[in-house]
């Protein structure tokens, strides 16, 4: 079912666009001052420019040149420019059919809109004809948009459970272990040799049978020294590959080889792991909520836009 939440999550994802919409629209690209402008598109009876396409994918244009060179560059130019150009396209579609609506903003609304990009660290300026207008014209989509599909999503239990089995995985606790370490840390930046030694003759103890406990106390640096270098649960993936590659296929009791690490070098102890285990769906179903009615959210915003395509008159003179 459709919940309030759904709804505050759906208008979120919206407003977190809006920043992004207003540098794209009406930020000036210097290349574009060079240009002899000329029509690009035709969305029923309105006109994209190409200095429009070129303020849409400035930004990027710039990434990507900083990064690529030569053909490579060329290629990826071409697909950029062509994705500004369809989301131009889309653009203006959505604002002529929210227009069709009678979709309106009030100048409050965009003062308050204004006001929250400030807080969040966006700088915009309310006397700015062009500022104002991108803050009006993305408020005016996300209402329209929000119109369409908010009331049309129905999610039921049978939709939670079917993407809970497709996305098991999503919803897995990696697996955990106990672990114990013995640290030895060089002294110098050429002591590494010493820690080596150090750590052989702690290695010798516990084949002859120390107490893995004893023997951290003994050698180790580590601040766990004293509680017999106890570290505690982590989870794999939490350690630094070389660890999670020299624990990997020990059992409980297991102790390591002599590993070199950035910390130092270490002899681990597996005290006990844990598989990974499933979140039961009890367990994540408001989550499981969130991400159906998300994921229906796209589907059906995706499906309006090519109503909206199919409908209209679009010729690219690109």
């Given at each position: 079912m459709t919940t309030a939440s759904h709804r505050v999550c759906w208008e979120t994802r919206l407003l977190s666009a809006l920043t992004l919409f207003v540098f794209a629209s009406w930020s000036p690209h210097p290349a574009s001052a060079h240009l002899q402008d000329r029509i690009v598109a035709i969305v029923n009876s309105e006109l994209i420019m190409l200095s429009d396409v070129q303020r849409e994918f400035g930004a990027e244009q710039e990434r990507l040149s900083r990064t690529h060179r030569g053909t490579d560059l060329a290629q990826r130019l071409k697909t950029a420019e062509y994705m500004a150009l369809t989301k131009l396209i889309e653009r203006k579609l959505q604002l002529q059919e929210a227009k069709a609506k009678k979709v309106e903003v009030s100048?409050?609304?965009?003062?308050?809109?204004?006001?929250?990009?400030?807080?969040?660290?966006?700088?915009?300026?309310?006397?700015?004809?062009?500022?104002?207008?991108?803050?009006?014209?993305?408020?005016?989509?996300?209402?329209?948009?929000?119109?369409?599909?908010?009331?049309?999503?129905?999610?039921?239990?049978?939709?939670?459970?079917?993407?809970?089995?497709?996305?098991?995985?999503?919803?897995?606790?990696?697996?955990?272990?106990?672990?114990?370490?013995?640290?030895?840390?060089?002294?110098?930046?050429?002591?590494?040799?010493?820690?080596?030694?150090?750590?052989?003759?702690?290695?010798n103890d516990l084949k002859r049978g120390d107490k893995f406990e004893d023997v951290a106390r003994e050698y180790s640096d580590g601040d766990n020294a004293l509680q017999g270098g106890r570290l505690g649960v982590v989870r794999q993936g939490e350690l630094i590959p070389i660890i999670d590659q020299a624990i990997a296929r020990l059992v409980p009791g297991g102790i390591s080889d002599i590993i070199e690490s950035p910390e130092g070098v270490q002899i681990l102890r597996m005290d006990d792991r844990r598989p990974k285990r499933f979140r039961k769906y009890e367990e994540v179903r408001r989550e499981l909520q969130d991400l159906v009615y998300q994921q229906k959210s796209e589907d059906m915003f995706q499906a309006w836009l090519v109503q909206l395509k199919n409908k209209s008159y679009i010729e690219i003179k690109f």
């Open positions: 100048d409050i609304e965009v003062k308050q809109a204004i006001e929250q990009m400030k807080r969040q660290g966006t700088s915009l300026n309310p006397t700015n004809p062009g500022d104002l207008q991108a803050v009006r014209d993305q408020l005016v989509l996300m209402r329209v948009a929000d119109q369409h599909i908010r009331g049309n999503i129905m999610v039921g239990d049978s939709e939670l459970k079917r993407y809970y089995q497709e996305h098991h995985d999503r919803f897995a606790l990696a697996e955990e272990y106990e672990l114990s370490q013995i640290l030895i840390r060089p002294r110098s930046s050429d002591g590494l040799a010493d820690a080596l030694t150090k750590a052989r003759r702690a290695m």
